[in-house]
C-alpha cells in the first residue's frame, strides 16, 4: 500500500467536520419559508357563496371583465424547510426561498399570526374603501361598501380592493368597465390618500395571474425589478404609485393611449 502524503493526511483530517457539517445541515430544519404562485381572486366577482364586492345605498353598476387579487402560498411558520427545499427553490422558477422572519413576524405563533393576517386584511378592506370613496369624492354616509374575502390574509389586496370599488360605483367615469372586458390582476397596498404600496413575492405573483387567465398586471412602481424577474410570456406589467394612476392607465389601456412601462 503506498504511503499517504502529509497533504493527503491534512485534508483528509480538515475534510471531516466539512462533510459532518453538510450531513447535518441536509437534515436540520434552517430559517426560511418556501413560496410558489397562491390563489387569485377576482373581486368583482363572488367568493366561498357571497359577493366580495357590495354596495348599498347606491345602484352599482353591472361590470364586465375582471380584477383579480394575487396572493403567495408559502410553507407555514412551524413546516420544516430543510437544505433540499432550499436548494430546489433557488433552481426553479415558480418557487421562491425567503427568510421565514420576512414572511412571517418572529416569535409568534401559528395562531397569532392568523389573528395578525386577519387584522391586517381587515384594516386593508377600510383603507381601499376610503381611498376608493375619497378617489370618486363620495361621502361614507351616502354609500356603504362591503368588503368580504375568506382565506385570505395582509394588506396586499388593498390596491385591487379599491379599483373594485371604483369600477361598481363609476367605472372608467364615461359608462364603460375599467378592465375593458379583460382580465386584470396586481397587487398592492393602498393608503387612505390612495398611495400604493409595495408588497413582496410579486415575482410568483405574476405566475399566478398569468395561470388564470390574466393579460395585465398591475404592480407597484418600486417593485417592478422583481416584477419583470420572471415575467411570463404574455403578461403585460403597468407599474402604478397611486390609485389615480392604476385607474388613469387602465383607461388609458382600452382607448390606445400610451401606458406607463416598468
Given at each position: 500500500?503506498?504511503?499517504?502524503?502529509?497533504r493527503?493526511?491534512?485534508l483528509?483530517?480538515?475534510?471531516?467536520p466539512?462533510?459532518?457539517?453538510?450531513?447535518?445541515?441536509?437534515?436540520?430544519?434552517?430559517?426560511?419559508?418556501?413560496?410558489?404562485p397562491?390563489?387569485?381572486?377576482?373581486?368583482?366577482?363572488?367568493?366561498?357563496?357571497?359577493?366580495?364586492?357590495?354596495?348599498?345605498?347606491?345602484?352599482?353598476?353591472?361590470?364586465?371583465g375582471?380584477?383579480?387579487?394575487?396572493?403567495?402560498?408559502?410553507?407555514?411558520?412551524?413546516?420544516?424547510?430543510?437544505?433540499?427545499?432550499?436548494i430546489?427553490?433557488?433552481?426553479?422558477?415558480?418557487?421562491?426561498?425567503?427568510?421565514r422572519?420576512?414572511?412571517?413576524?418572529?416569535?409568534?405563533?401559528?395562531?397569532?399570526?392568523?389573528?395578525?393576517?386577519?387584522?391586517?386584511?381587515e384594516?386593508?378592506?377600510?383603507?381601499?374603501?376610503?381611498?376608493?370613496?375619497?378617489?370618486?369624492?363620495?361621502?361614507?354616509?351616502?354609500?356603504?361598501?362591503?368588503?368580504?374575502?375568506?382565506?385570505?390574509?395582509?394588506?396586499?389586496?388593498?390596491?385591487?380592493?379599491?379599483?373594485g370599488?371604483?369600477?361598481?360605483?363609476?367605472?372608467?367615469?364615461?359608462?364603460g368597465?375599467?378592465t375593458?372586458g379583460?382580465?386584470i390582476?396586481?397587487?398592492?397596498?393602498?393608503?387612505?390618500?390612495?398611495?400604493?404600496?409595495?408588497?413582496g413575492g410579486v415575482?410568483?405573483?405574476?405566475?399566478?395571474?398569468?395561470?388564470?387567465?390574466?393579460?395585465?398586471?398591475l404592480?407597484?412602481?418600486?417593485?417592478?425589478?422583481?416584477?419583470k424577474?420572471?415575467?411570463p410570456?404574455g403578461?403585460?406589467?403597468i407599474?402604478?404609485?397611486?390609485?389615480k394612476?392604476?385607474?388613469?392607465?387602465?383607461?388609458?389601456?382600452?382607448?390606445?393611449?400610451?401606458v406607463?412601462?416598468?
Amino acid at each position: 500500500m503506498p504511503a499517504v502524503s502529509p497533504r493527503a493526511r491534512i485534508l483528509a483530517i480538515c475534510s471531516t467536520p466539512v462533510l459532518a457539517l453538510l450531513a447535518v445541515a441536509a437534515f436540520a430544519p434552517l430559517p426560511f419559508s418556501v413560496a410558489e404562485p397562491g390563489t387569485t381572486v377576482n373581486v368583482l366577482g363572488s367568493d366561498h357563496g357571497g359577493p366580495v364586492i357590495k354596495i348599498s345605498k347606491a345602484m352599482p353598476r353591472k361590470t364586465t371583465g375582471q380584477l383579480r387579487m394575487t396572493t403567495i402560498a408559502a410553507t407555514g411558520p412551524d413546516a420544516t424547510v430543510r437544505l433540499k427545499d432550499v436548494i430546489s427553490g433557488w433552481f426553479e422558477t415558480d418557487r421562491a426561498v425567503m427568510p421565514r422572519d420576512s414572511v412571517y413576524p418572529v416569535g409568534k405563533t401559528t395562531k397569532e399570526i392568523e389573528a395578525h393576517n386577519a387584522a391586517e386584511m381587515e384594516k386593508s378592506q377600510d383603507t381601499a374603501t376610503s381611498a376608493a370613496l375619497g378617489y370618486l369624492h363620495l361621502s361614507s354616509k351616502d354609500v356603504k361598501v362591503q368588503l368580504r374575502l375568506a382565506d385570505v390574509g395582509g394588506p396586499s389586496a388593498g390596491l385591487l380592493f379599491s379599483l373594485g370599488i371604483v369600477d361598481k360605483l363609476d367605472g372608467d367615469g364615461r359608462g364603460g368597465d375599467l378592465t375593458g372586458g379583460r382580465t386584470i390582476a396586481g397587487t398592492g397596498t393602498i393608503t387612505a390618500d390612495g398611495k400604493v404600496g409595495a408588497v413582496g413575492g410579486v415575482a410568483l405573483k405574476t405566475q399566478a395571474a398569468k395561470r388564470d387567465g390574466a393579460t395585465v398586471f398591475l404592480v407597484p412602481r418600486a417593485e417592478c425589478a422583481d416584477a419583470k424577474a420572471e415575467l411570463p410570456q404574455g403578461l403585460r406589467l403597468i407599474p402604478v404609485t397611486t390609485l389615480k394612476s392604476a385607474v388613469n392607465s387602465l383607461v388609458a389601456l382600452q382607448s390606445g393611449h400610451r401606458v406607463p412601462r416598468c
